[in-house]
């Protein structure tokens, strides 16, 4: 599989054939196809998987790492979120089984990613009491993060400024594993195993801290094949500390692996949950145009269905969501607490600043003169937005034209015209 450290998604150029369906997809306009090949702007680009859920011809792949680079830690531990449960039927492995067969893939530790999710909790109860914006909006999932700073600026101030449950998640579970072992924090490294290629992209280009707590990210289906493929091996355990079934068990923070569990969990009627990058960017303007003042809090998931969603899932996402919720269920009743101190420390580090992807050149009358010229060409242009051009737009044209990206050759509609 093609890999790339510098972003979350990647092209394989011999499988692709531009057939311009991921242009039509994509949300921020990332996508190009030029001389049939797609073509992503890394700076417009949320991370959210449009288009490698619509290519036909699996040419766009979510990156992650793999289990080989586990072994540049002394100590590894493995950060595992309950959307990775919702890939089984309960009645084949039960979660403490999946947990303990994740461990035996090499880990020293595994720890459940939904046991931060009460800390969030406890800390969004507080902070709605006297929010710097309303309605506060989740900051759990990265990719809407991410498209508030390119398309919403203005609601930067309403997001909740904590950390998502996975960063808190690899901070306790590297404080709890260097004081059992008496080790530096150096040497333990944490993996996340990713739902989506918007995850793995927060770890490695964290918003509000300088460094992400995860070291790496491992796919659900890389783990789901390896532990669906492992044999029972009797001999282990006889030196582990496996995992009980209270491990995991609290109800409501297993819920926050569907759209609205999050939201449920916190208690209140006021709440609005949205799934899908097309809803949720409609939802976002509703919000920045005011009319949404009477919510306090706004849980906004990209992926269809919340993290049961994600492309790095094997499972439909409706069933998978299905499961979640018979879990959280059953284990409603336990409710374990996490000693976690003062919330200062799961805190946002950094002011999150927006992304200007708008720009047309640091000089700003060159910058207003190819606004004007882009303005002109537009005028010549069909303006139906067809997407045979290899742009998402014919606005998107008229600026590639400007900027030498592409020409009116490109424009089929002019092409024929001219015939």
């Known amino acids: 599989m093609p890999n790339s450290k510098a972003h979350a998604i990647t092209i394989c150029?011999?499988?692709?054939?531009?057939?311009?369906?991921?242009?039509?997809v994509c949300p921020t306009e990332a996508l190009r196809v030029k001389n049939q090949k797609a073509k992503i702007i890394e700076k417009r680009c949320i991370n959210c998987g449009q288009c490698v859920s619509?290519?036909?011809?699996?040419?766009?792949?979510?990156?992650?790492?793999s289990l080989d680079d586990i072994e540049k830690f002394t100590y590894k531990i493995a950060l595992v979120d309950p959307v990775f449960y919702a890939q089984f039927y309960e009645d084949v492995l039960k979660p403490q089984e999946i947990?303990?067969?994740?461990?035996?893939?090499?880990?020293d530790m595994v720890y459940e990613v939904s046991r931060s999710s009460p800390i969030i909790t406890d800390y969004t109860k507080k902070y709605l009491q006297n929010p710097k914006a309303i309605p506060v909006i989740?900051?759990?999932c990265p990719a809407i993060l991410r498209t508030i700073q390119i398309r919403f600026p203005d609601l930067i101030d309403n997001i909740l400024p904590m950390d998502s449950p996975a960063e808190i998640a690899a901070e306790i579970a590297k404080e709890e594993l260097a004081e059992k072992k008496n080790v530096p924090f150096e040497e333990i490294g944490a993996f996340y195993i990713s739902t989506c290629p918007a995850r793995s992209f927060s770890f490695k280009k964290p918003v509000g801290r300088d460094r992400s707590n995860v070291d790496g990210t491992l796919s659900i289906k890389d783990?789901?094949?390896?532990v669906s493929g492992m044999k029972e091996n009797p001999e282990y355990g006889k030196d582990k500390e496996l995992l009980s079934p209270e491990f995991f068990a609290h109800g409501k923070a297993i819920g926050w692996a569907r759209l609205g569990g999050q939201s449920q969990a916190l208690g209140i009627k006021e709440f609005l949950s949205v799934d899908g990058i097309d809803n949720v960017i409609s939802i976002l303007a509703e919000v920045e145009d005011e009319k949404l003042q009477h919510l306090s809090f706004l849980e906004c998931q990209a992926c269809t269905n919340g993290c049961v969603g994600g492309n790095f899932c094997v499972e439909n996402s409706f069933v998978a969501r299905n499961r979640i919720r018979i879990l959280s269920e059953k284990h409603r009743e336990f409710e374990p607490k996490v000693s976690h101190g003062d919330f200062d420390k799961f805190m946002i580090q950094k002011e999150i600043k927006p992304f200007d992807v708008s720009s047309l050149d640091e000089n700003l009358?060159?910058?207003l003169n190819?606004?004007?010229k882009i303005n002109k060409v537009l005028e010549s242009l069909p303006n139906i937005d067809c997407g045979a051009c290899g742009s998402p737009s014919c606005k998107a044209l008229a600026e590639d034209i400007v900027l030498g990206y592409a020409s009116f050759k490109d424009c089929i509609v002019l092409?024929?015209?001219k015939q």
């Open 13 to 24: 150029e011999s499988k692709c054939i531009g057939c311009t369906n991921c242009i039509r």
């Open 54 to 65: 619509v290519c036909p011809h699996n040419a766009l792949y979510g990156v992650s790492d």
């Open 99 to 107: 947990l303990n067969k994740v461990q035996q893939l090499g880990f």
């Open 138 to 140: 989740s900051s759990s």
């Open 223 to 226: 783990i789901f094949l390896r």
């Open 365 to 367: 009358s060159e910058a």
């Open 370 to 372: 190819k606004m004007e």
């Open 415 to 417: 092409l024929k015209e």
